[in-house]
């Protein structure tokens, strides 16, 4: 049972073990015993579902956070009634955004609260101030991996030509989403959590369309032998592709809307009947289609 926990800058101390990122499972299930799993989801909007991982170790007080399940821990959470933690009290700053105070501390993002400052908190407020003061909580910045699923290779194999970004986004939604036929099947949050590029938050970018998915996407080579697989296709704001790019989208912008569809770009799909536009398909994008013998639902 874990007593006393120290926080250094490059490592975290659980009584004589030092860990050092990244805090992978199964180092750390080795230290706290298995936790006890929580799952719960969450309604994001636009149909979309948010599944949260709750991994908790109740005696010691400690728990961490996930929103898919992964290999190791981002964070922990610390109840500072049951467990004993050094840390240092110097350099923290207010959170503009709640009663919290934040500091960088190595691959480490630590926040609480400091009860000297209670007379500084709403009255509203002074609750959440006091819960905060009874825990820290650690964000681990966990080494970026140099391999990820979504590392795409050229393909040795004809594939598909889009002039067309969202109409390969329709496509791509039948042979990734719906026939799985497609791989990696893209997930944006595992995506983020995968990138060797760059480190994505998806729920502070997620209110426009994240670039690294579009290119992602863009990028993404479909073989020919996959056209005949296409029969109908569906523009839907609800698509499940539209969330893992612009996971906030309302639908109240055009980004996804099909302006103009070449015939070179339909012509690929010769089992390709029916369309159905519940909206986001011009006028011209639907003479397209019409001409090249496709009934359009719209």
Known sequence: MIKKVIIEKEYIQFDDIKVEPPFTKEKMDAIFGVPEIEEKDSDIGNGRVSHSIFYRWNEIGISS?????????????????KTEVEFPRKGFRKDEY??????????????????????????????????????IDIDIKNPRPKESIYDLKKSEEPVLK??????????????????????????????????????????DEG???????????????????????????????GLTIFGQIYPDWDGEDDCFDIKS??????????????????????????????????????
């Open 207 to 237: 209110y426009e369309p994240i670039p690294d998915a579009v290119r992602w996407f863009k990028n993404y080579e479909i073989p020919e032998k996959y056209a005949d697989e296409i029969t109908e296709l569906l523009w839907d704001g």
């Open 98 to 135: 709640d009663c919290s105070y934040v500091k960088k501390f190595g691959p480490f993002t630590l926040s609480t609260f400091f009860m000297e400052h209670i007379d500084e908190v709403k009255e509203s407020e002074r609750k959440f101030a006091e819960a905060m003061a009874g825990s």
């Open 162 to 203: 889009f002039k067309s970004f969202p109409f390969k986004l329709l496509v791509m939604e039948q042979l990734m989403y719906k026939k799985g036929l497609l791989l990696p099947k893209f997930d944006i949050y595992d995506f983020a959590e995968n990138n060797t590029k760059r480190e994505i938050d998806v729920d």
């Open 261 to 298: 569809l070449s015939a070179e770009d339909v012509s690929q799909f010769k089992n390709l009947k029916k369309v159905t536009a519940v909206a986001g398909i011009s006028k011209k994008a639907i003479k397209t289609l019409q001409s090249l013998g496709v009934d359009v639902q719209a």
């Open 65 to 81: 956070y996930a929103n898919k399940k992964r290999d190791y821990y981002n964070n922990l959470s610390i109840d500072l009634e």
